[in-house]
Nanobody, 125 residues
Framework: QVQLVESGGGLAQAGGSLRLSCAAS????????VGWFRQAPGKEREFVAA????????HYENSVEGRFTISRDSPKNTVYLEMNNLKPEDTAVYYC??????????????????WGQGTQVTVSS
C-alpha cells in the first residue's frame, strides 16, 4: 500500500511560480512511475508530467513542457513539480499518483492505483 500527500498549492499570478510536493510512504517497487495529473472545474482529469523511479526519465504534457519540471528526492521519497511561467489555464486541482508496473503508458490515469488527495492551484490573470 502506498500513501501520498500533496502540498504546495496556492494562489499565483500569471507568470509566477509554485512548487508542488508529493510525499510517498509505503511500499514502492522498480518500474514504478510517479505522475502528476490535474482536473479543472468542468473538465476531465488530464496528465501533466511523470517521472520513472528506476531512472530519471521524464515525460510531459505538451502544454506544460518547458514550463514545468518534475523531479524526485529518493531519500525523502518525495516527488516535486516545479511550475514556472504559470498561466490562468493551469488552474486546477493537482494530484500525484503512483503507477505500479509498466503495462500502460505513464499518461494513462487508470494505470495508477494510488492517488493523493489533491492540492488546489489557482492562477490569476
Amino acid at each position: 500500500q502506498v500513501q501520498l500527500v500533496e502540498s504546495g498549492g496556492g494562489l499565483a499570478q500569471a507568470g509566477g511560480s509554485l512548487r508542488l510536493s508529493c510525499a510517498a510512504s509505503g511500499r514502492t517497487v522498480s518500474d514504478t512511475a510517479v505522475g502528476w495529473f490535474r482536473q479543472a472545474p468542468g473538465k476531465e482529469r488530464e496528465f501533466v508530467a511523470a517521472i520513472y523511479l528506476s531512472g530519471d526519465m521524464t515525460h510531459y504534457e505538451n502544454s506544460v513542457e518547458g514550463r514545468f519540471t518534475i523531479s524526485r528526492d529518493s531519500p525523502k521519497n518525495t516527488v516535486y513539480l516545479e511550475m514556472n511561467n504559470l498561466k490562468p489555464e493551469d488552474t486546477a486541482v493537482y494530484y500525484c499518483a503512483v503507477r505500479i508496473g509498466a503495462a500502460w503508458p505513464v499518461t494513462y490515469g487508470p494505470a495508477y492505483p494510488y492517488w493523493g488527495q489533491g492540492t488546489q492551484v489557482t492562477v490569476s490573470s
